[in-house]
């Protein structure tokens, strides 16, 4: 015996038979070690019953023997193993009968058994054969068997008593040894091909409750036959009375008949089943190229939206790194290496930092340097742009948002920038166009070092080295009541300005060259010095990413050729051109700074300025520079003629009035 077979599962085998005999012969047969086989001998009519009573108690495979096997078999669905008889045990059956009387009935099961003729003329007797199809057919077999004065009969326990209660006598077939023994090999093997189906079973039952889409699928004729969970959640009904009939109105819906129709799949399919909206994909079970079923794999849209969100906000989350450091900074002047010097010895602590600096300039790629160089700088550097996001979601993204806050509120809530940032850095850039209500909120946060979701009804802490950037003059802004003065000063405690690139037009060439390292092979050398030489005299209003902008696009066209001077030109040409039909917008919105005490036409309106002389000359220069941009369509070139001064000049004076008052 095998170890394995040893310490598994005894197998549970069950008899149900009309005999003392036969039942004898299959104890006889038991191997104690690896079953168990719970026997009932039992009357006629009970054979129903006793098969669910074990059935319940846990009975693998039966055994029986002729009409009883059929009708075991038509009233429980469970394999029902035969206890064959061989030609030797009728030889031994008959034999017995001869004792009795020559004449000999015998009962034969389905149908009449083969070479009786040759046992009578071996035996000397006469057989009297019928062929039954159940208990009832049999009985009156047996009966008419007597009546005809047939005297013994050879069969099973019912043909027995039937016979006897006849004043006959009836000889039991009992099965030999051998032939129960192959009874029992072909039990076993039953019984071990339904464990391995039913742990089969299981494991497909396991997967498919572990899996998150729906799964339906029929068989050939379109009934169901499995299913699980989440398909009955997706599709909004029950199933579990469906299973093994036909479902013809479930299998159209998912598109299961169709595709069993047709054998070909149907992939992605919107539907939509009970105000649920459901992907179907429904595909043919096909076996040696025949359709033998189908199953219906189901997605549930507002689930696949809802995964989609938390893989970006993975994907997000992975991504708060600051990647750049103090060396991805280029530079050559005296200004940009007093500010790196600042910028370093603000990164040792973790007080507040508002960077300003013109569009392109490089804000963001300050602020990771300065966590890179922050004790925080193996925690997540999270970036938000506040002027990029809607003013109704900006609120959401920062602080998170509990479930059902809101409509359309994710399921399950969401996490907040602020807390994704918990413990390392957050960058809020363009920090001057957030609205009154966030500034509020974002100044308690700074405060209290604390955050409650949207919708939230608890605080939670975080811990933030909080950097923050604007193009805008935030204390212009405060001045103007657009933004509250006490956060300003909690938002620079520490301040750092980033100058244009026009103010250190030295840095351009070194800027230039480590764009060339980065895209061109080694020892390429695509501009000329004097190229070089009139990008440094450039006013660049986008600057750095401007220059790099204009860089790639030379890179781009000139196609790995050597230097070619018309093509620059051209390009050079192209940009100075955009940059004279488009004035500094957005550090000189001439619409949106006009105010009443600047809309003069006389000099008398001087006196409407306060200040010294100096100061009002000033400011009646910048009433004279808006209404003349304003003539001249805002082109700073045809503004400087009209003027009489340089387009440097214009430009200085502009910047000027930027300054704070």
Not at 39 to 53: H, L, P, S
Request: hydrophobic share 40%; net charge neutral.
């Amino acid at each position: 015996m095998s170890e394995f077979i040893k310490k598994s599962r005894k197998y549970r085998f069950a008899l149900i038979s009309h005999s003392y005999k036969v039942a004898e012969a299959v104890r006889n047969c038991v191997n104690p070690e690896i079953e168990k086989v719970e026997i009932a001998v039992i009357k006629i009519g009970e054979e129903k019953d006793m098969a669910y009573k074990m059935l319940d108690r846990g009975a693998e495979v039966f055994f029986a023997y002729g009409a009883t096997r059929r009708k075991i078999n038509q009233t429980i669905d469970q394999p029902v193993v035969d206890v064959s008889r061989t030609y030797l045990d009728l030889i031994t059956a008959l034999m017995k009968a001869r004792k009795h009387s020559d004449h000999i009935g015998l009962s034969s099961f389905g149908k009449p058994t083969d070479g009786v003729d040759i046992l009578e003329n071996l035996l000397g007797v006469k057989v009297h054969q019928f062929v039954f199809n159940n208990i009832t057919e049999l009985i009156q077999g047996v009966e008419t068997l007597a009546e005809d004065g047939i005297r013994v009969v050879v069969g099973g326990g019912v043909s027995k008593r039937t016979m006897e209660a006849k004043g006959g006598t009836g000889i039991i077939n009992v099965p030999r040894k051998s032939s129960v023994e192959l009874a029992f090999e072909d039990a076993r093997m039953i019984a071990d091909v339904r464990r391995k189906e039913a742990a089969s079973g299981e494991r497909l039952r396991t997967i498919l409750e572990m899996i998150d889409e729906g799964v339906v699928s029929v068989d050939n004729y379109g009934r169901l036959d499995n299913y699980n969970d989440r398909a009955e959640q997706i599709l909004g009904i029950r199933m579990k009375h469906d299973i093994d009939r036909p479902s013809s109105e479930i299998g159209k819906k998912i598109n299961l008949i169709d595709v069993i129709t047709t054998g070909r799949p149907k992939i992605d399919i919107f539907e939509k089943i009970n105000n649920n909206n459901i992907f179907v994909s429904s595909l043919p079970i096909q076996i040696d190229g025949d359709t033998q079923g189908a199953v219906a794999i189901l997605k549930d849209a507002n689930y696949i939206q809802d995964m989609s969100r938390k893989l970006k906000e993975s994907s997000y989350q992975k991504g708060f790194v600051a990647r750049h450091t103090v060396a991805d900074i280029k530079h050559k002047c005296k200004q940009m290496k007093h500010l790196l010097a600042k910028a370093a010895r603000y990164a040792d602590t973790d007080a507040t930092i508002l960077i300003r600096g013109e569009t392109g300039t490089g804000k963001e790629l300050l602020a990771q340097s300065i966590h890179n160089l922050n004790h925080r700088k193996s925690q997540p550097f999270v970036a938000v742009n506040c002027a990029a996001i809607p003013e109704n979601l900006l609120e959401s993204e920062l602080f998170g948002h509990e479930e059902g806050a809101f409509t359309g509120a994710k399921k399950g809530g969401r996490t907040g920038l602020f807390e994704m940032a918990n413990g390392g850095t957050i960058f809020l850039d363009e920090i001057a166009d957030i609205s009154p209500g966030m500034q509020a909120r974002l100044l308690r946060v700074i405060e209290t070092k604390e955050v409650m979701r949207v919708g939230g009804d608890r605080y939670m802490p975080v811990g933030l080295h909080i950097i923050s950037s604007t193009y805008k003059d935030l204390y212009r802004e405060v001045r103007a009541g657009h933004f509250r003065a006490d956060l300003f000063y909690r938002l620079s405690v520490l301040k750092l300005h980033i100058p244009p690139l026009r103010d250190r037009a030295e840095d351009i060439p070194v800027i230039i060259k480590a764009l060339l390292k980065k895209q061109c092979k080694p020892g390429y050398m695509p501009l000329t010095p004097d190229m070089v030489e009139q990008l440094k005299h450039h006013q660049w209003q986008g600057n750095v990413r401007e220059l790099t902008s204009f860089v790639e696009s030379y890179l781009t066209l000139l196609n790995g050729s050597t230097a070619d001077e018309q093509l620059f030109v051209d390009l050079f040409q192209e940009l100075r051109e955009q940059e004279a039909l488009s004035g500094p917008v957005e550090k000189f919105d001439i619409e949106n700074a006009e105010s009443e005490n600047t809309k003069m036409q006389h000099p008398e309106d001087l006196f409407k300025f306060s200040g010294n002389l100096k100061e009002r000359l000033e400011k009646y220069e910048l009433v004279i520079i808006k209404q003349m941009l304003k003539e001249c369509q805002f082109s700073k070139k045809k503004t400087a003629e009209q003027l009489g001064v340089s387009v440097n000049t214009l430009w200085r004076k502009m910047q000027q009035f930027e300054r704070p008052a």
